[in-house]
């Protein structure tokens, strides 16, 4: 594998869809599978084929559809579950299944009510026997985030002598710092016998709004797989946002990291799967959200129209937005209003907008925002008519 190419992992129809109320149908998830394909995704998890029929039978379909991604299948660590799996997984061009146990002292005291040497075997055990069905194999460490580093690297060790492919260090409950999410995945990389033979890969969640931070670095300290879904949707708090992670990769290129992402489809995969789910993201999400490219201060907005780069890092284009937004209101200065009118047809001149704009200023204290049809209401105004030439 290229060590500077970073697997995008989405999980928006598995973890994605655990969100109260945005339960997809099989056909629903075939719409989404083949975009996120098309958007070029390494790996869909396209759901926990044991959990229901339903789930099976999404699982079943979409690994028929899907042409460049593997296609991987959530399990417990236990035999039916896998079974299961590899049954959904059959038509799959790349299967993968996703295998695994809690491994912090919270789930093997409170959940398994077992020893960490237990949880262990059951480990391999599981490992092992995903292996019989696929060679693709991912081993979760579920809640790794509290897990302690040195239990941690020799579950991943034995593992590993099992047959994994790769190895899932979720931060479970979004408890991590970045400092010690990377510190843990660099740990890894040093006590672990054959970790270079398989992929790490990060699995944040956003508790603490630190899931982003945490799989960028993970991936700074040699984690080359990120878990995310499309607009960060996921239990609780999210998990990592697949447009945050991708494109902080591609605007920082001194990381020497890359994904396969075609991030021209970035906006509109957000709004299909907004549609589908029925779960929008607020106005200020980064990337996809309806402020990511809009300015409403003066000062901010003579700057855009000066030079973009003076206020945006992305050019909304890479992104598959078409255009950034000037908006309107009490806080826009004369650039942005001249901006304005001149896209509706007005070319005003330094005198015209003198005039204009005190105008403007008391119509926009009035309202949040002012549109292009109120423009054509001041351009009407009588004390802009009197005081100005005809155009």
């Known amino acids: 594998m290229n060590n500077n190419k970073v697997q995008i992992f989405d999980t928006t129809l598995r973890d994605g869809e655990q969100v109260p109320g945005c339960k997809l149908n099989t056909e629903q998830k075939i719409i989404i599978a083949k975009q996120l394909d098309i958007l070029g995704?390494?790996?869909?998890?396209?759901?926990?084929?044991?959990?229901?029929?339903?789930?099976?039978?999404?699982?079943?379909?979409?690994?028929?559809?899907?042409?460049?991604?593997?296609?991987c299948a959530l399990t417990r660590a236990n035999k039916k579950d896998i079974e299961i799996a590899a049954q959904a997984l059959k038509y799959a061009k790349y299967p993968r299944i996703h295998t695994g146990?809690?491994?912090?002292?919270?789930?093997?005291?409170?959940?398994?009510?077992?020893?960490p040497d237990k949880v262990i075997e059951r480990a391999i055990e599981a490992v092992a026997y995903a292996k019989t069905f696929v060679e693709d194999v991912e081993f979760y460490a579920e809640d790794a985030g509290r897990t302690e580093n040195v239990f941690l690297a020799k579950m991943c060790e034995?593992?590993?002598?099992?047959?994994?492919?790769?190895?899932?260090?979720?931060?479970?409950?979004?408890?991590?710092?970045p400092d010690e999410y990377g510190a843990k995945i660099k740990f890894l990389k040093t006590h672990v016998k054959g970790i270079d033979k398989v992929?790490?890969?990060?699995?944040?969640?956003?508790?603490?709004?630190?899931?982003?931070?945490?799989a960028i670095a993970g991936i700074q300290n040699g984690a080359r797989q990120i878990e995310c879904t499309i607009n960060g949707i996921g239990e609780r708090?999210?998990?990592?946002?697949?447009?945050?992670?991708?494109?902080i990769l591609k605007q920082h290129p001194y990381l020497n990291l890359d994904t396969s992402i075609n991030t021209r489809l970035i906006y509109s995969t957000s709004k299909l799967v907004q549609n589908h789910m029925g779960m929008y993201v607020q106005p200020n999400k980064a990337i996809v959200g309806d402020n990511a490219f809009a300015h409403s201060s003066g000062i901010h907005q003579d700057g855009v129209i000066?030079?973009?780069?003076?206020?945006?890092?992305?050019?909304?284009?890479?992104?598959?937005?078409?255009?950034?937004?000037?908006?309107?209101?009490?806080?826009?200065?004369?650039?942005?209003?001249?901006?304005?009118?001149?896209?509706?047809?007005?070319?005003?001149?330094?005198?015209?907008?003198?005039i204009l704009y005190p105008e403007f200023l008391k119509f926009a204290d009035h309202r949040k925002e002012v549109n292009d049809d109120d423009i054509h209401h001041l351009m009407n105004l009588d004390t802009f008519l009197k005081s100005s030439v005809n155009f």
């Open 41 to 71: 995704v390494d790996v869909i998890e396209a759901g926990f084929p044991m959990s229901s029929p339903g789930d099976f039978n999404s699982v079943f379909e979409v690994s028929k559809i899907v042409k460049n991604a593997r296609v």
């Open 101 to 115: 146990i809690g491994t912090s002292n919270s789930h093997i005291i409170h959940k398994f009510n077992s020893t």
């Open 158 to 177: 034995a593992v590993i002598k099992a047959g994994a492919t790769v190895l899932n260090i979720p931060d479970t409950t979004g408890y991590c710092l």
């Open 199 to 214: 992929i790490i890969s990060c699995h944040c969640h956003n508790d603490l709004g630190l899931a982003t931070a945490n």
């Open 237 to 247: 708090a999210g998990n990592t946002a697949l447009e945050e992670v991708v494109m």
């Open 306 to 354: 000066k030079n973009r780069g003076t206020y945006e890092i992305i050019d909304p284009e890479e992104v598959g937005v078409t255009e950034s937004s000037i908006v309107l209101t009490a806080r826009s200065g004369r650039a942005a209003l001249a901006y304005r009118a001149k896209n509706v047809g007005y070319d005003l001149t330094k005198m015209e907008l003198d």
